[in-house]
């Protein structure tokens, strides 16, 4: 049985930066320079360090590189704007003088995000899609950045004590295409908007797998989507496994995903992804040629 060719076509401009979806499925890598990130804290918090591996991702073939300066694991503390600032500005810097791919700072906090946009980065990834600071609209419009809206139930430090919804596909759907459609009404263009449904964010595992199943039809044709299952631990949960262990995981999930109609998928190991993505993006295209 031949799975469907859901995955629609986008222009997606981040200012001056254009990427093209839905013919390759596209990688954002990510980049956290924090002590205490849930898989990589405190390898990349040395902008020297930061910049080696960013170049290393652009080798192994990604098309965005996200930096985050705030740990969002279950459990996390905020931090402050300037104990973020100090984190993320020195190596968004040094990544807009070296780095060949568009810049993305994943952050919820408006001085951050307007802050990272003057140092070079053409993309806000906000993981509280624009709930968690009123000035991150005015930030993102008045500097023609590319935005990520992304869908939490609850914050980082209490969303895994209880997730539940009635219909998660429905009420997570219809908050992404409601925030999207403020987003546009305030003077933001469709094509600078992207849309993730926070896998881990708030969900249980059944959650996770309902809205991965289904994220081709989220964005409703009008919004490419990205899915960010790297590592995560309803694949521990699926496998039994330390996160240490689950690359495997990572990538049936990355391959599963983007059959059912993801754009994008963030990831910490670039070059398996993108691997097993040239090949499922193979099939798929053969899929899509012959109607299949």
Avoid: W
Wanted: aromatic share 4%; proline share 5%; hydrophobic share 40%.
């Amino acid at each position: 049985m031949r799975l469907p060719a859901i995955r629609s076509f986008h222009r997606f401009v981040m200012r001056e930066r254009i990427l093209e979806l839905g013919r390759r499925t596209r990688i954002m890598g990510i980049l956290n320079v924090t002590p205490d990130s849930f898989y990589d804290g405190g390898r990349c918090a040395d902008p020297s360090m930061a910049l080696d591996q960013a170049l290393c991702m652009v080798q192994q073939g990604v098309d965005l590189i996200d930096v985050g300066g705030e740990s969002t694991r279950p459990g996390s503390m905020q931090v402050d704007d300037q104990e973020e600032m100090q984190r993320v500005l020195p190596i968004i810097e040094r990544l807009c003088e070296s780095c060949p791919v568009p810049i993305s700072i994943d952050t919820s906090k408006a001085q951050v995000a307007e802050e990272a946009l003057k140092a070079g980065a053409v993309l806000v990834n906000d993981v509280t899609g624009l709930t968690g600071d009123e000035h991150m609209l005015d930030v993102v419009l008045s500097r023609d950045a590319g935005l990520c809206i992304m869908h939490i139930q609850g914050r980082p430090r209490t969303m895994q004590e209880n997730p539940c919804y009635g219909d998660v596909f429905q009420e997570v759907q219809q908050f992404l295409l409601s925030q999207a459609k403020t987003a546009v009404e305030r003077g933001l263009p469709e094509d600078h908007i992207l849309l993730d449904p926070g896998i881990g964010f708030g969900k249980t595992l059944e959650h996770n797998l309902t809205l991965m199943a289904r994220c081709g039809e989220l964005g409703e044709g009008r919004f490419p989507v990205l899915i960010g299952p790297s590592r995560k631990s309803f694949i521990g949960v699926l496998l039994d496994l330390p996160v240490e262990q689950r690359l495997e995981g990572t990538l049936g999930a990355v391959v599963a995903s983007a059959a059912r109609g993801a754009h994008l998928v963030r990831v910490h190991d670039v070059q398996a992804a993108r691997q097993a993505l040239d090949v499922a993006d193979s099939i798929l295209g053969c899929a899509m040629e012959t109607g299949g």
